[in-house]
C-alpha cells in the first residue's frame, strides 16, 4: 500500500469507530516529517511557485517545427511586430515531433502589442487563452499544398 492508500484506509477505519469529525492523519512518518522540517514539501505555507515566465508578459509558442531555434522565434516577432522580444527560452522538443518555447517581453503592454501586431484573429483555445496560428512560408512549400502552422497563445 502506497502511503496515500494507508492514510485513506486509516480514515476509513477511524469513521467506522467514531462519532463526529474525524482527525487529521499525518501521511509522513516521523522521520520523514522530522527531515522535510517546518517547511514541509511545497516551501513556506502561502509561498507562491511559479514555473516559467511571467504570464502578463510572456507568450506560448508551439507546433514548432524540429529545425526551429531560439533566434528565428526571435525573428519572427521582430518581423510580424516590429518589437523585439526580451528574452526567448530554448526551444524544447517534448514526446512529439514539435516544439515549444516561451517568449518573454519588457512589459505586458509589449506582449499585448506583439500578439495584436501578429496576422490573424485570436481564437480562444482549449485552455481558455487567447491564441494565434501563424501560417509558415517555407522553401518547401509548394503551390496549393497545405502550409505548416505554429500557435502563439497568450498565457493570461
Known amino acids: 500500500m502506497s502511503c496515500s492508500c494507508a492514510a485513506a484506509y486509516r480514515c476509513a477505519e477511524l469513521a467506522l469507530t467514531l462519532d463526529g469529525p474525524l482527525p487529521l492523519v499525518d501521511k509522513f512518518s516521523p522521520a520523514k516529517r522530522a527531515r522535510l522540517g517546518k517547511q514541509g514539501l511545497g516551501g513556506p505555507r502561502g509561498a507562491k ?4 515566465p511571467d504570464p502578463a508578459t510572456s507568450l506560448l509558442v ?3 517545427p524540429p ?9 519572427l516577432f521582430v518581423e510580424a511586430s516590429g518589437i523585439k522580444p526580451e528574452a526567448v527560452t530554448a526551444v524544447e522538443f517534448g514526446a512529439s515531433v ?4 516561451h517568449v518573454t517581453f519588457r512589459t505586458a503592454a509589449h506582449c499585448g502589442l506583439a500578439f495584436d501586431g501578429l496576422a490573424g484573429q485570436p481564437e480562444e483555445d482549449p485552455a481558455g487563452f487567447d491564441a494565434k496560428r501563424v501560417w509558415l512560408e517555407t522553401a518547401s512549400t ?3 499544398a497545405r502550409r505548416p502552422h505554429i500557435k502563439i497563445r497568450k498565457m493570461q
Open 49 to 52: 511557485r511559479q514555473k516559467g
Open 62 to 64: 508551439h507546433r514548432l
Open 67 to 75: 529545425a526551429t531555434d531560439a533566434a528565428g522565434v526571435m525573428a
Open 98 to 101: 514539435t516544439g515549444r518555447c
Open 142 to 144: 509548394k503551390p496549393g
